[in-house]
T-cell receptor, first 113, second 114 residues
C-alpha cells in the first residue's frame, strides 16, 4: 500500500540548533516533493519544492534533500527559532497523476528558547 | 503572493442541515481547486479536485452526493456538505493551483455538527 511517513510525530529542539525532519514514502514515484508549514487551526503554507532530478534545495535557513533511491526527503531548519515552532508536512504527487498532492502525517516541531 | 480565502472560518450547525463553504483565489485565476479534510492530529486528506466549468473529481470513498462541489468561476469554488452529521465535523481546507505543482491553501473552515 502507499504510505508517506514522517518519522517523528513530535520533535523538540533547543533554539539555535538545526532541526532535521524526515519524510519517507512507499509505493510512490513522485516527480517532485514539497514541504509545507501548518500552524494550529490554519491552512498549510508552501515552503519548498524539490524535483526528482534535484538533490538539494535551499531557501534562507531551510534546506531540503531528496533521495529517490532511498525514497526519502530530509528537511532542515538551521539556527532554529521559537517562531519556527509549527507542524511541518511533506507532500508529493504521483507519477502520471493530475498533480494532486498526497500528504504525510506531519511532524510537530517545538523550538525551546 | 497568491492568496486564497475561505468563508466562513468556522460554522456550527444542527444535524441534518446543509452547510456551504466558499473558497476564493483573491489575486489569481485558478482553473483547478482542491478540497481537503483534516481530522484532529491527522494529515490532510484530498476529497476532490474541482475544475472550473466541469464536474469535480472525487477521491475514493468520498460521496459526491453528500459533498457537492461547484466551481463556477476561475476564482470561486464552493463545497456544500449536505445533510451534515456529527461525523462530518472536521477542518475543511481548500487550495488553488497557480503554477503546475504548487498549491496555495486557504485558512480552513472548522465545521462542528451538533
Amino acid at each position: 500500500s502507499q504510505k508517506i511517513e514522517q518519522n517523528s510525530e513530535a520533535l523538540n529542539i533547543q533554539e539555535g540548533k538545526t532541526a532535521t525532519l524526515t519524510c519517507n514514502y512507499t509505493n510512490y514515484s513522485p516527480a517532485y516533493l514539497q514541504w509545507y508549514r501548518q500552524d494550529p487551526g490554519r491552512g498549510p503554507v508552501f515552503l519548498l519544492l524539490i524535483r526528482e532530478n534535484e538533490k538539494e534545495k535551499r531557501k534562507e535557513r531551510l534546506k531540503v534533500t531528496f533521495d529517490t533511491t532511498l525514497k526519502q526527503s530530509l528537511f532542515h531548519i538551521t539556527a532554529s527559532q521559537p517562531a519556527d515552532s509549527a507542524t511541518y508536512l511533506c507532500a508529493l504527487d504521483e507519477e502520471g497523476g493530475a498533480n494532486n498532492l498526497f500528504f504525510g502525517t506531519g511532524t510537530r516541531l517545538t523550538v525551546i528558547p | 503572493g497568491a492568496v486564497v480565502s475561505q468563508h466562513p472560518s468556522w460554522v456550527i450547525c444542527k444535524s441534518g442541515t446543509s452547510v456551504k463553504i466558499e473558497c476564493r483565489s483573491l489575486d489569481f485565476q485558478a482553473t483547478t481547486m482542491f478540497w481537503y479534510r483534516q481530522f484532529p492530529k491527522q494529515s490532510l486528506m484530498l476529497m476532490a479536485t474541482s475544475n472550473e466549468g466541469s464536474k469535480a473529481t472525487y477521491e475514493q470513498g468520498v460521496e459526491k452526493d453528500k459533498f457537492l462541489i461547484n466551481h463556477a468561476s476561475l476564482t470561486l469554488s464552493t463545497l456544500t456538505v449536505t445533510s451534515a452529521h456529527p461525523e462530518d465535523s472536521s477542518f475543511y481546507i481548500c487550495s488553488a493551483r497557480l503554477v503546475q505543482e504548487t498549491q496555495y491553501f486557504g485558512p480552513g473552515t472548522r465545521l462542528l455538527v451538533l
